[in-house]
């Protein structure tokens, strides 16, 4: 254990010497122009995506390998990246200048210089990214389902001293750390980009999470006791078995780990774009610093609930707050059967029925906080309600008659990054979002090509949307921002495609998904991997501008459209 906490410990002074810089520019002034020479490192090949204002379509920009030669008029910055067989380096800008003896390169995005950037941002950077992603949808919920471990376990070790609990919870947040540095960066490696996106819409995973959130409702709610083996009790109170203990929270850790993809998949995206031009160990630095972050809050959760059963007279309480996280996790698993459902095509799940099992979940929570109903290890005060149960129960019951104008395609902000796109609503007494005529809207397009080849016809610029149908920010932005009507007119003056990055459906010449071959125009063309991503294109497909990743703000949309 001491090991592998000295190992994370020295992970940045370790990539500190491993700066990767795969492209040395060089140029001298020849009579009236300028020769510039850019010398490739072997194994590497670089790709041009502009020379001053001249650019290049990236799709079909040929590649140079060892040394290329080219001379220009003037002094204009070049904008290039190289790749090899396992990365590639984020887009730089270098520019001859007369006086310096050498010069370099730089950042498009951020203006500073390469080298200015330390390992050590990346990892402040992956610090940052995991304190965002513990407020996102899909992590903050599955807070309750770490507590409802974490009793179970400990009410199942009888005997459980504060060190232990303390012992847990820092294998419980090593485990984390572990397997966001580990897995994720090895997946990354070994399947693509894309991997982590597959597996997080991956109808099987989803469906098993369902599952589990399903059987834990079902466990709290008194149908049956989770509880290890006896002879496992036995064991860990005799002689506190690591081995085992360790092996059950990291099978948690892992829980929490997946299951939050569709939030954090977007940040950790964001941030390996971010670090794979600094060092082949620049991700697994910026990741363990995305993993320490996201772990130190859960750690303090898990301490917690051994806590509140080391505290004497817990009373009915503790029944109380079991069956509330039962009816909260009973209604977080309807997303995870909705990514499925989405990813696939199936429509068991479109937004209305949704809506629906949520208002009867909430409903029911409403009429159980202010003791109508009772279930299995309520005592009888519980029909005696309190002041606190009384204005959640109310909460609860204000929350459901809100939901229920969504039944009809009311937009239902509050929850828009929980429930399926207005897009598979089928009762719709109130018209209108984005992409909600879709199909008679001869300006939106789902295919990249007829999308582009529309535009060239019509004259019209392109605005592209990658997003995902597992993309809680995508649907957040869309209810926010997307379907603002100020937004909306001004997006008539484009050509609005929508490439969906998850969807499984095979394209028609069955050579691979319709969401890969998505997600390989975001990667491959504009050089992103993160969704909700949208791009500004001319009638001739070529970029406008930088590209827009996710807002709140329709004033900033605005703003950043450029027709």
Not at 85 to 108: G, R
Not at 199 to 227: K, P, R
Request: aromatic letters at 12%; a negative charge; hydrophobic letters at 50%.
């Amino acid at each position: 254990m001491k090991r592998i906490l000295l190992l994370l410990a020295c992970l940045p002074l370790l990539a500190v010497a491993d700066i990767v810089d795969p492209v040395q520019w060089s140029g001298e002034r020849v009579g009236d122009s300028i020769r510039l020479t850019a010398v490739i490192e072997d194994g590497f090949h670089m790709t041009i995506f502009s020379i001053g204002e001249q650019e290049f379509d990236a799709w079909d920009a040929p590649e140079y390998t060892g040394t290329y030669t080219l001379t220009v008029a003037e002094a204009q910055p070049i904008r290039f990246n190289a790749c090899n067989d396992q990365m590639c380096t984020a887009p730089q800008v270098w520019t001859y200048e007369e006086s310096a003896v050498a010069t370099t390169a730089s950042n498009s995005q951020a203006g500073t210089p390469t080298t200015s950037r330390s390992l050590w941002w990346i990892f402040v950077m992956g610090l940052l990214g995991g304190l965002l992603a513990i407020f996102t949808p899909c992590v903050w919920p599955i807070i309750p389902m770490t507590v409802s471990f974490f009793i179970k376990r400990n009410g199942a070790q009888r005997g459980t001293t504060n060190r232990q609990t303390i012992r847990d919870a820092m294998l419980y947040g090593l485990s984390i750390v572990i397997i966001y540095v580990g897995l994720g960066l090895l997946i990354t490696a070994i399947f693509g980009a894309s991997a982590l996106n597959a597996i997080s819409t991956n109808a099987v995973v989803n469906i098993i999470f369902f599952l589990i959130l399903v059987v834990f409702a079902a466990s709290f709610f008194g149908a049956f006791e989770l509880t290890l083996p006896s002879s496992w009790s036995t064991k860990l109170s005799a002689k506190s078995s690591a081995t085992t203990g360790f092996l059950s929270i990291l099978f948690m850790a892992f829980t929490l780990v997946i299951v939050s993809f569709s939030c954090t998949g977007p940040i950790i995206g964001t941030l390996l774009v971010e670090a794979a031009g600094k060092s082949l160990l620049a991700p697994t630095i910026g990741m363990l610093g995305f993993a320490l972050a996201l772990a130190l809050p859960f750690s303090l959760f898990a301490m917690f609930p051994t806590m509140l059963q080391n505290l004497p007279k817990s009373g009915g309480w503790m029944n109380t707050f079991k069956v509330t996280l039962a009816f909260l996790e009973l209604a977080l698993s309807l997303k995870f059967l909705s990514v499925a459902d989405l990813a696939y095509g199936w429509h068991i799940l479109d937004r209305e029925v949704f809506i629906a099992l949520w208002v009867v979940i909430f409903f029911l929570l409403g009429l159980y906080l202010i003791g109508l109903i009772s279930f299995k290890g309520d005592d009888d005060d519980h029909r005696k309600t309190s002041v606190t149960r009384f204005f959640l129960g109310t909460v609860s019951l204000a929350f459901a008659v809100y939901m229920l104008p969504g039944l009809w395609g009311a937009p239902l902000k509050a929850i828009s990054a929980f429930a399926p796109p207005r897009t598979t609503q089928d009762w719709v007494l109130m018209p209108g979002g984005i992409g909600q005529n879709a199909e008679t809207n001869n300006q939106h397009f789902t295919d990249f090509d007829e999308g582009l080849a529309f535009a060239r016809e019509t004259g019209k610029p392109v605005l592209l949307d990658f997003t995902g149908f597992g993309c809680v920010n995508c649907r957040k932005m869309e209810e926010y921002v997307l379907d603002n009507e100020a937004v909306k007119a001004r997006m008539e003056k484009y050509v609005f495609i929508t490439l969906y990055v998850d969807d499984k459906r095979e394209r028609a010449d069955g050579s691979e998904s319709i969401g890969d071959y998505n997600s390989r125009i975001q990667r491959e063309r504009y050089n992103a991997n993160a969704q909700p991503f949208f791009v500004q294109l001319s009638p001739e497909g070529e970029q406008v501008g930088e590209a827009q990743a996710f807002t709140t703000s329709p004033e900033e949309f605005m703003n950043w459209l450029k027709y």
